[in-house]
């Protein structure tokens, strides 16, 4: 079975751009969710997606957005790109998002933003 | 307040040695807790839940949690150079539908 895909696995942009970042859970698994990872704050929750909705998200500026599509996957967008979204976006899947479910981590996009 | 805690550290511990990680958690309301290990450079991947209250022992790891304290911790015995890495605990509530990370320890075992 293919783990989480995580597409691109670096993008290097320059302040004032939009990216677009992609995931791809686990088959069969129905819950997305983001993370944002650096080295000072850890890892931050972003939002978490199951069946087309957000059902939850983090303490992050309107320019973070996403969606989660029919067949699971999510993309998440961050516009208005600064030098602090400098980080590793890390996509997690797990098969309903329920309390006692472990998380399923991709790899990553590292994001660097100049 | 951070939701979830952890000491940072570095821990460092020699071989064959007890490596003890600790982890305090804010909302009364969380249900599950988790430790993940995140090696450099890779993905956090899951060691160890716990559901309720005591302890957990699945091989040289051993949870422990302690809602009334809400504190959960981590025994990892006969620590070995390979279990040097990054200790993330985390935490969900019902229904909140998101898993909160602690900053993580790094834990270094010495040869």
């Known amino acids: 079975k293919a783990g989480v895909t995580q597409t691109p696995r670096y993008l290097i942009k320059t302040r004032g751009q939009q990216v677009t970042l992609s995931c791809s859970p686990i088959s069969g698994h129905r819950s997305v969710s983001w993370y944002q990872q650096t080295p000072g704050q850890g890892l931050q929750f972003l939002f978490e997606y199951f069946s087309e909705t957000q059902r939850n998200k983090g303490n992050f500026p309107g320019r973070f957005s996403g969606r989660q599509f029919s067949n699971s996957r999510s993309e998440m967008n961050v516009s208005t790109l600064e030098l602090g979204d400098s980080a590793l976006y890390l996509c997690?899947?797990?098969?309903?998002?329920?309390?006692?479910?472990?998380?399923?981590f991709g790899s990553g996009t590292q994001l660097s933003v100049l | 307040q951070k939701e979830v805690e952890q000491n940072s550290g570095p821990l460092s511990v020699p071989e064959g040695a007890i490596a003890s990680l600790n982890c305090t958690y804010s909302?009364?309301?969380?249900?599950?807790f988790f430790w993940y290990r995140q090696y450099s450079g890779k993905s956090p991947e899951l060691i160890m839940s716990?559901?309720?209250?005591g302890d957990k022992e699945d091989g040289r790891f051993t949870a422990q949690l302690n809602k009334a304290s809400q504190y959960v911790s981590l025994l990892i015995r006969d620590s070995q150079p390979s279990d040097s890495a990054t200790y993330l605990c985390?935490?969900?509530?019902?229904?909140?539908?998101?898993?909160?990370f602690g900053a993580g320890t790094r834990l270094f075992v010495k040869a």
């Open positions: 716990i559901y309720s209250n």
């Open positions: 909302d009364r309301g969380s249900q599950s």
């Open positions: 997690a899947s797990s098969p309903a998002g329920t309390t006692n479910e472990k998380l399923f």
């Open positions: 985390a935490v969900r509530n019902t229904g909140g539908f998101k898993t909160i």
